[in-house]
Structures are given as C-alpha cells and as structure tokens.
C-alpha cells in the first residue's frame, strides 16, 4: 500500500483545496492529512485563519478525501510523522517548490502545480469569502506579495497585468497565476481587489480606475506625489465605500506599533528629536532614472511615517537640500529638516548610497534607540543615564512584511475594521504633502 501525506491550514476550504487533495490521494492508496493547530500557525507567521482547527479539521473530513487527519503542532514533525507511519510520498503545492527538498531523504517529495485543473470561474464563484487579487505590476513587489500571500488566511492572488505584456506573462508562468489580462480594465473586473506596484507616477492613475470600478486598492507609497492628488484618492475610496490601504508596511507590524506607543506613553520623557535614515543600494532603473523616480519619491515615505507616528502631522517648517548629478534627472540623496513646536526631526533618504539604517529617539528622560533596519521592526531599546533603567524590547517581523497589509486589507474590506487607525488618511495625506513640497523646492546641490 502507497501512502501519501501532505499539510496545509485548509481555512476557508475551496476548490484549490479540494483539487490538490483530489491530486495527493491519486498519488498513492491512502491519504493522510495534517492540519496546522493555531499555534503553529502563529508561531509560523500564518495571519488572518478565521477557522478553529477544530472547524477545519471537520471540513477536512466531510470532503471524504482523507483516509487520516492529524495536527501540525511544531517545525520537524514532518520527519516524525513520516517515519510514524511509513510514508512512501510527501506531496504540497507548488507554491512551495523546493522548501521540501529535505524530506526526500525520508520519501518521495512531490510538488502539485496549485492552479492546475481549477478554474478562476471556480475561485470567483465560491462563497467562502475569499479575497480575490489582482496585481497591477509584475516587478519584483508584485513577485514578493505572491510569495507573502500563502501565509495569509482567505486571500488568492488570482491575475496580473502589466504594460509589458511579455513581463506579465513571465511572472503568472513562474508563480502559476490563472491568467494575464490584456488590460487594466479586463482585470478590474474579475478581482475584488488589486495591488499597484508600478512607478510612483503612474499610481494616481490606476488606483482612481479601481476605485471607480467598485475595486479595492493596496498601493506602494505613496499614494500619490501631490497633497490635492492625494487627498482627493482617499476621498473618492471613502465614499464608495472601498479600502484604500496605503502600503507602508512598516504601519501595521507588531514591533514598529509598540514602539511608537512606548516611545509616546512619555516613557523616555517628552520627545525632542526623531532621526530616521532609510538608504538603498539601488544603482539601476526607473528609480534613478525615471522623472517620478529619485530618493525622495522612492523612500521618504517610509521615514516620513516614523517622524509622523512620533510627533504628529502639524508640523510648522520644513527645509530639504538634496544631491542630484549632473545630467541626472532624479535626486540620489535628500536630508530633510521638519520643525515642531517643541520638537525637530531630521529624515535622510538615499539611492545608490549605504548608510546605517536606523531610529534615534531623543526625549526628555532618555532615548530610544531601533537597530537597522528600523523599518522591519524586531528590536528596539530604551538609554538612560542610570543603566540600570534600560531595557531591550523584541518583536516578531514576518518575511517582508507584505503579509500584514494583506491583513490591513482584508479587515477593511470585511467591515472588522473600516477606518485604519495604524495608517489615518491624514498620515497619507501629510506625507504626500512633505513629498510634493520638498521635491518642488528642494535646496539643490551636486
């Protein structure tokens, strides 16, 4: 007897669940099937499960395909389990291709193409509330959030599109996504929701579109380069009733949440001061070349939350000298100074430059201090002059981070959490704003 095994969460149960079952059992005579429990979900950095594993491992069990059914509770049991009982096959969708490999020292590893013999007709006529996506973009951020999804509970990255068509089709081929459109509106009507990864400029543009088709957004920051521009976005998607998730990542991880609430609960005093520096090794592509591409529109949204979150929108000056080559077209570096009534911050941003990647925190008692990368969140520590008052805080940050505004999108969208308190439209708005303004009147020099 040929006995197969494979694992999933199984939340949500639809026809790509049924179709990779269906294909497991033909490998073998007897099927078995672990379900994660919610711990190990947790622990594995799954998100969003809206199931007991209780309530999944029945689901599991009506669909009559499982000859066994057991719970996934820790990282290796899949080497236990195999052995246990004299597993011939491990079998797991293709999404996982070569995370696996290990087990064929143990047994046959077989990876199942998760797309094949399911149609997108199937997907979009469930009634299991799962959240369709469609990719606006197929570089390498629309190639992240495929990846990022499969750890996300109730979300199918179904589509992409592109203005280089051969780009798109190279990206749904690699990833297995059903199909490529052959234009953005073609798209806009079979998603319940779209990511735009494309260049800065062009943003404002397709998430008006999407908007207007009744369409869900998640964008790259930020929103738009002008304030009105903006604004009027976020608008627009409040009176139809659609989300409009403003993609700084870094606004809905754990670590970087608690650390703006440490840092304004008076802990380290009244703050004072904020630096925050964000720099990338970038040397080619739209980024340095593109007239929507430069330092400022390319990075500054993400320090610019930081100095936000810790002392607020309103603030009274704002100064900015930037580095731009000669015959350069974009900005490659960029320091800039926003004043407070009681406080200053200082943001520097740069393309093609390394620089240490950090947070300081200036306040009245003591400081606090995030490590590089600041932007994904997993340590931050408190100083003070008497050292036995510091402390060392640790949190959890997920892959890329792309997996927590997938979360962000789904509350909005599902009604559990309609307003975003972790990115207000204010917060989007007033960096728009800083943006525009600084790329406009910027004190050049180079």
Known sequence: MRTVITYGTYDLFHAGHRRLLERARELGDRLIVGVTSDAYDRTRGKLNVAQSVTERIETIRQTGLADQILIEEYDGQKIHDIQKWGVDVFAIGSDWLGRFDYLSDYCEVVYLERTRGVSSTELRNNSTGILRIGLVGAGKDAHDLVKEARYVSGVSVEAVWDADDDQARSLASEL???WVNRSYSELLKFVDAVYISTRAGTRPEYIRMALEAKVNVLTEPPIALTRAEAAELLTLAREQGLALVDGVRTAYSPGFLRMVAYAQSQSIGTIRSVEVTYTRLTYHGPAREAEDGGAIAELAAYPLLAVIKLLGPNYEDLRCRVYQPEGSSVELFAQIDL?????IASVKVGIGVSATNDVEVAGTRG?????????RTQHYETRFE??????A?????????????LVELASRINGSQKRSYKMPAQDSVTISEIIENVRLDGMVFG
Do not use: C, I
């Not at 805080?393 to 505004?405: L, S, T």
């Open 176 to 178: 297995e996504l059903e």
């Open 339 to 343: 004043t407070y009534k009681e406080a």
């Open 367 to 375: 400081s606090l201090y995030v490590p590089a990368p600041w932007w």
């Open 386 to 391: 008497d050292e036995q008052e510091n402390q």
């Open 393 to 405: 805080f640790f949190h959890r940050f997920e892959g890329r981070g792309m997996r927590y505004e």
